[in-house]
């Protein structure tokens, strides 16, 4: 579907014929992102992954994400993180058995306190201040700015918004709180790990290859900051999202939810605890969550592409600089593809094999070919981790005699999609904390 926004050319995709084409057989013509209002501000002028236009500069953040940052060692070496901030949360959920929690809200600081630990180091005041901000400014992110249609007079659009304003203002509180993170961690040297932690942090392998080896792009202090920006923008809200969704899918049906505990508490009894070790054997938990990727896309259309030079599609004309949105959502429904696709079904992936690598493009839920998402190892291994935990530890009932049949499952848009309202439980331990 072409849409004329304003003076950009949009085309929509949701056909996964079409995507292909898009996506991978003329991939490199759409590996650019057009620059948006808070991303040229937030992103430090489009100099992180996401944002940086298709080049050399990209390529080498890209080869840093995939081969440093998000690498199946350097996730494994996070894992005391996510053992001790999750065990954390359901410590603090069990101080509050039997009582109604906001767990979608708990998750979310869950979800942050890991990143800001694999990205920062050990907590402080500083870095929950860091936290506060970064969750409010994530906000504007997801807001529409209409100067982002019109370029050419954007300047203009401006002095009657305050989003410029507000993207600044916020922006400007990160950059001083991580500016004074990375100057106090080069005067304890660059070298030494955060004391406190037993593993390396993200930063301190950003600094390491800034002051190390020798790159076509010399890593300054500022791309530094728009990478870890990455990591927040990128790793916070889609990895709670899809925890959401998936407990809340779970109160809805309820023999699902057995389904998965049952396997859980199999696997886990003899030990009594979760032990990422074993995840290996959770086969029925990784159906659930698949299906929670195709019915509730946490990126439900991606993150926008824009064409760096004119081409043809299907026989039309696509214009350099059109901007290309792919509905993953639409595709995730598509009846062409999905046997009742409007049910959640965890056992429709017993038969159809599919995985987070786009190799079918009905189901991208971290998008395909060159942009596609570098976080699939890191954002599942935390989303299982987190939901083994709460539901082996805890059983969950809706609060207030509410049905299942009463759960609002409606959606808001944003970057990641979310459930308009948060989500309350009760939870009963079940099998209590050894720690
Ligand atoms: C469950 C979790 C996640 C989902 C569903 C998800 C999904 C996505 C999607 C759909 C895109 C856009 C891909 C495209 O345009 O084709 C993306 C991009 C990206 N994601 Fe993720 N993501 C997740 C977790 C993470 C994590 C944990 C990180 C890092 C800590 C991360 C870092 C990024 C980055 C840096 C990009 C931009 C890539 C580029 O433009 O080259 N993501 N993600």
Same mark, same amino acid.
């Given at each position: 579907?072409?849409?004329?926004?304003?003076?950009?050319?949009?085309? !929509?995709?949701?056909?996964?014929?079409?995507?292909?084409?898009?996506?991978?057989?003329?991939?490199?013509?759409?590996?650019?992102?057009?620059?948006?209002?808070?991303?040229?501000?937030?992103?430090?002028?489009?100099?992180?992954?996401?944002?940086?236009?298709?080049?050399?500069?990209?390529?080498?953040?890209? %080869?840093?994400?995939?081969?440093?940052?998000?690498?199946?060692?350097?996730?494994?070496?996070?894992?005391?993180?996510?053992?001790?901030?999750?065990?954390?949360?359901?410590?603090?959920?069990?101080?509050?058995?039997?009582?109604? !929690?906001?767990?979608?809200?708990?998750?979310?600081?869950?979800?942050?306190?890991?990143?800001?630990?694999?990205?920062?180091?050990?907590?402080?005041?500083?870095?929950?201040?860091?936290?506060?901000?970064?969750?409010?400014?994530?906000?504007?992110?997801?807001?529409?700015?209409?100067?982002?249609?019109?370029?050419?007079?954007?300047?203009?659009?401006?002095?009657?918004?305050?989003?410029?304003?507000?993207?600044?203002?916020?922006?400007?509180?990160?950059?001083?709180?991580?500016?004074?993170?990375?100057?106090?961690? %080069?005067?304890?040297?660059?070298?030494?790990?955060?004391?406190?932690?037993?593993?390396?942090?993200?930063?301190?392998?950003?600094?390491?290859?800034?002051?190390?080896?020798?790159?076509?792009?010399?890593?300054?202090?500022?791309?530094?900051?728009?990478?870890?920006?990455?990591?927040?923008?990128?790793?916070?809200?889609?990895?709670?999202?899809?925890?959401?969704?998936?407990?809340?899918?779970?109160? %809805?049906?309820?023999?699902?939810?057995?389904?998965?505990?049952?396997?859980?508490?199999?696997?886990?009894?003899?030990?009594?605890?979760?032990?990422?070790?074993?995840?290996?054997?959770?086969?029925?938990?990784?159906?659930?969550?698949?299906?929670?990727?195709?019915?509730?896309?946490?990126?439900?259309?991606?993150?926008?592409?824009?064409?760096?030079?004119?081409?043809?599609?299907?026989?039309?004309?696509?214009?350099?600089?059109?901007?290309?949105? =792919?509905?993953?959502?639409?595709?995730?429904?598509?009846?062409?593809?999905?046997?009742?696709?409007?049910?959640?079904?965890?056992?429709?992936?017993?038969?159809?094999?599919?995985?987070?690598?786009?190799?079918?493009?009905?189901?991208?839920?971290?998008?395909?070919?060159?942009?596609?998402?570098?976080?699939?190892?890191?954002?599942?291994?935390?989303?299982?981790?987190?939901?083994?935990?709460?539901?082996?530890?805890?059983?969950?009932?809706?609060?207030?005699?509410?049905?299942?049949?009463?759960?609002?499952?409606?959606? =808001?848009?944003?970057?990641?999609?979310?459930?308009?309202?948060?989500?309350?439980? =009760?939870?009963?331990?079940?099998?209590?904390?050894?720690?």
């Amino acid at each position: 579907m072409h849409l004329r926004l304003g003076e950009i050319d949009n085309v !929509i995709v949701s056909s996964p014929e079409i995507a292909k084409e898009f996506l991978k057989t003329h991939d490199i013509i759409f590996a650019s992102r057009p620059s948006l209002i808070s991303s040229e501000i937030g992103c430090y002028g489009n100099t992180d992954i996401a944002f940086a236009p298709y080049g050399n500069y990209w390529k080498q953040l890209r %080869k840093i994400c995939t081969q440093e940052l998000l690498s199946t060692p350097r996730v494994q070496s996070l894992r005391p993180i996510r053992e001790e901030e999750v065990t954390d949360l359901c410590k603090s959920i069990a101080h509050n058995a039997g009582k109604p !929690i906001n767990l979608t809200d708990k998750i979310s600081q869950v979800s942050y306190d890991i990143m800001v630990r694999a990205c920062l180091g050990k907590k402080s005041d500083e870095k929950s201040l860091f936290t506060k901000i970064v969750r409010e400014g994530l906000q504007n992110v997801s807001v529409f700015d209409i100067a982002d249609v019109y370029p050419s007079i954007k300047l203009l659009l401006h002095l009657f918004t305050d989003l410029r304003r507000r993207v600044e203002k916020h922006h400007e509180q990160l950059d001083t709180i991580m500016g004074k993170i990375i100057d106090d961690r %080069k005067r304890a040297s660059a070298v030494k790990i955060d004391e406190g932690e037993k593993q390396e942090d993200l930063l301190n392998v950003l600094l390491k290859l800034q002051s190390g080896v020798s790159l076509e792009h010399p890593l300054t202090n500022d791309n530094i900051k728009a990478v870890l920006m990455d990591m927040f923008g990128a790793g916070v809200d889609t990895t709670t999202s899809v925890v959401d969704w998936t407990m809340a899918e779970l109160l %809805k049906n309820r023999i699902i939810l057995k389904t998965v505990q049952d396997e859980l508490r199999q696997v886990f009894d003899d030990k009594g605890r979760v032990d990422e070790s074993n995840f290996d054997e959770l086969e029925y938990l990784k159906l659930v969550i698949k299906e929670t990727f195709r019915f509730h896309p946490t990126v439900p259309l991606l993150l926008p592409r824009e064409s760096r030079e004119p081409c043809q599609i299907n026989g039309y004309d696509i214009p350099a600089k059109t901007r290309v949105l =792919v509905n993953a959502w639409a595709m995730g429904r598509d009846p062409k593809y999905w046997n009742d696709a409007q049910s959640f079904k965890p056992e429709r992936f017993l038969e159809k094999s599919v995985d987070f690598k786009a190799s079918s493009l009905e189901y991208i839920p971290f998008g395909a070919g060159r942009r596609m998402c570098p976080g699939t190892i890191y954002g599942p291994v935390i989303v299982e981790f987190q939901l083994a935990m709460l539901l082996y530890h805890f059983d969950w009932i809706l609060p207030d005699g509410m049905k299942p049949e009463d759960l609002e499952m409606t959606e =808001v848009f944003g970057v990641a999609s979310r459930r308009k309202q948060d989500l309350y439980v =009760v939870p009963i331990v079940s099998r209590p904390l050894l720690v």
